[in-house]
């Protein structure tokens, strides 16, 4: 077989084709009214999460956190194995003297060899190619895991915080409770030292000053575990975290018209996906060349005294070169059940980037309805708590003169109380579902 024709069989086999990218996703992946054509760009970590304090957290984090350390030791380590397959073409080159001293019948001879011994193993035909091209690959997916890390980290981070917030709102409102009731527990006190009422008014009112008292402690407990858990992210011994109160943020002004389906691309896991298949469609190109010939050369350099009948010094010039080219006929079914294995993992892996596609698009569609939810629900609770206060009020004062009992007090403390816990909660609840469509935009801008 001549060369051209070598040449010409292996253009025409599609060994050194390369792998394309998926760089469209459907339309409607987040929904039937999300057709945004040319939406602006995911706004960044810093336009979701506007805090001050929480931002320096975030940054000290992104400098800090352990994990996010291996994250990049990983991507260096991937970077060391790709040079390493670039250069694996590269011939090998070594220096091996010897020398030996022989007696014999009074005689003394002395020997050597000083070779540079030259290797160059190409291996099949298109394999070292594709081994190179499957190695980058290798290093784009441990980037798009470090974006992953990344983005998990801010989202945690966030979270935390969010959570330390609610718990502070939480504890003001079970002080503000707890300063009313025992308001109330001390004209309960004076309404059954006149008579007016039973003793038993004023033990349950006091019950209820303890239950809250007891609720404090624990909302306090939680703050320093939340806090502990915070200081581990963040790579420092447990400290208090600096927060500003629970009230009102902002988020991206975005809807399901403003983002694009493009937009899911950023995703980590998308493009992780993404170049998991690439690897995969050139471990197969690798398990195809596998069916073509090989070619190695190895050759000697150097000087020898040994070579030849004369002994003589110094020495004589060592040359020599072998060339071999392997073509596999017969390997006992390995190269087709490798190539099978590839095809399959390949196969695989694009039913797997569908699916997280899909599930992508589900997650933006899920976080901007949780937040317009949120939104919505925070006013009704806003409203009630309003109205509970007022009915509280006047429910004390009616019991003062006589035309309430403390029943009817206690049920009018607790349903307010229950109201501004649920308002609070429903304000962490749209904090969360920021973070939530921080996470499924792909982490944003970094």
Known sequence: MSISTLCLLVASCGLYKEYEHNTQVPADVIGVDSLAANAPAAPSWREFFTDPLLQQLIDSALVRNTDLKSARIAIEQSEVRLQMAKKSILPSLFFNPSGAIAHFDSNTSKTYDLPLQVGWD??????????????????????????????????????????LQLLDRQIEILKQTDSLWNVSLETQKVLWE???????????????????????????????????????????????????????????????????????????????????????????????????????????????????????????????IVGSLTQPIFARGQLKGNLRLTQLAQEDLRNKYVQTVIDAGN????????????????????????????????????????????????????TLLNAQLNEAMTMYDAAQAVIGLYIALGGAAQ
């Open 122 to 163: 190409m291996g099949q035909i298109g394999s070292y190619t594709n081994k190179k091209r499957a190695a980058q690959a290798v290093v784009l997916q441990t980037k798009a895991n470090e974006d992953a890390v990344r983005a998990n980290l801010i989202s945690a981070v966030a979270q935390y915080y969010n959570l």
């Open 363 to 414: 997650e933006v569609n899920e976080a901007l309805a949780d937040y317009q939810l949120a939104n919505e629900k925070y006013g009704h609770y806003h409203r009630q708590t309003a109205v509970l206060h007022d009915a509280y009020n006047g429910t004390h004062e009616l019991m003062d003169n006589g035309k309430a009992s403390y029943l009817e007090v206690i049920t009018a403390q607790e």
């Open 194 to 320: 006149n008579g007016k009422i039973y003793s038993t008014a004023v033990n349950q009112q006091e019950a209820s000053c303890l239950s809250v008292k007891a609720q404090i402690v624990d909302a306090k407990q939680e703050i320093r575990t939340v806090e502990n858990a915070l200081c581990s992210l963040l790579a420092m011994s447990p400290r208090h975290i600096e927060r500003n109160r629970f009230g009102s943020f902002s988020m991206p002004q975005l809807t399901k018209q403003d983002i694009s389906a493009q937009m899911l691309l950023n995703r980590p896991d998308i493009r992780l996906a993404d170049h998991a298949m690439e690897e995969a469609f050139y471990n197969m190109q690798t398990a195809r060349s596998a069916f073509y010939p090989g070619l190695s050369l190895s050759g000697t350099a150097g000087w020898t005294n040994s070579a030849g009948g004369v002994i003589v010094n110094p020495g004589k010039i060592l040359l020599s």
